[in-house]
């Protein structure tokens, strides 16, 4: 799934959002940055971003990424603040609004499975694949506006490390990797970090071959999730839009097809050795 991020739908307007936790973390950065006696203009170099991206952080117009937070933590001696700020961080700037509930519930769930048959799950993707379909996006996105989607995407990747008790469920069409989208390199780099996330205990990805006489998923990309309180629901996205489905009947309905598209997919080791081999002949 795009994450509401990427092609298949992009943040409303494209920009973050200011919210009352990114101009706290911006007020948090400027008293640091003063107590160090630096100028936007001296600080910059040191955190390796530009002095209008220092700017838009300290005003709270920005999502930090997580190598400026940890740039900044070291060279203002901030004593931990600015990791402890960032975490209270609200995930939502760059997430389409129609796409935040399912988010919200993602964050906390005991399992989370996915078909994508359009692009690779943001979830999967690699910096430079997902920069590839954010620069493709139409209307044309802005450099600001690019990077604060890949700061959103790279924030939920984080979910496959910090939640080893989750069990992640992939179902990949292997068209997506042989559509070579963004250019070898991107294509190389993206089939290694995916053969390194296939060996996580708590992940397991699948590819549906590309000739499949029988396919349970032909009405398109799904995502389910189970919550702590064992309640199950539903995603699928358009191209603008994506449905929240919660009616046990029709979330049974994507069950159904997903259970059956596990069995049509190839089998762990086999996917894996398809992976290995097109890494191989890349």
């Known amino acids: 799934m795009t994450d509401g991020t990427g092609a298949g739908g992009l943040a409303a307007g494209g920009e973050p959002e200011t919210s009352d936790s990114l101009r706290a973390f911006g007020e948090v950065v400027k008293a640091f940055r003063k ?39 070291e060279v203002l001696d901030a004593f931990g603040a600015l990791r402890g700020a960032a975490r209270h961080l609200s995930r939502q700037p760059g997430l389409a609004s129609w796409f935040r509930q399912w988010a919200k519930l993602e964050a906390e769930a005991v399992s989370l499975n996915t078909y994508e048959c359009r692009v690779v799950p943001g979830l999967l993707q690699t910096e430079g694949y997902a920069r590839m379909l954010f620069v493709n996006q139409l209307p044309p996105l802005g450099d600001d506006q690019i990077e604060a989607q890949w700061v959103a995407r790279a924030e939920r990747q984080r979910l496959l490390m910090e939640r080893p008790n989750t069990a992640f469920s992939f179902i990949l069409e292997e068209h997506l990797l042989l559509r070579d989208a963004g250019g070898p390199e991107v294509t190389r780099g993206l089939v290694d970090h995916l053969l390194v996330i296939a060996k996580l205990r708590n992940v397991e990805v699948q590819v549906m071959p590309l000739v499949r006489t029988a396919h349970a998923g032909l009405a398109g990309p799904m995502q389910l999730l189970e919550t702590f309180q064992n309640r199950w629901f539903g995603y699928c996205e358009g191209q603008r839009a994506g449905q929240f489905v919660s009616d046990s009947k029709e979330v049974s309905l994507l069950q159904m097809r997903y259970a059956r598209m596990r069995s049509q997919a190839l089998s762990l080791d086999d996917s894996l050795g398809l992976l290995q081999r097109m890494r191989g002949a890349a």
């Open 35 to 73: 107590r160090a006696r630096l100028t936007q203009e001296e600080f910059a170099p040191r955190v390796r971003y530009s002095v209008p991206t220092i700017a838009s952080i300290e005003q709270g117009r920005r999502f930090p990424p997580p190598d400026f937070v940890e740039r900044a933590e």
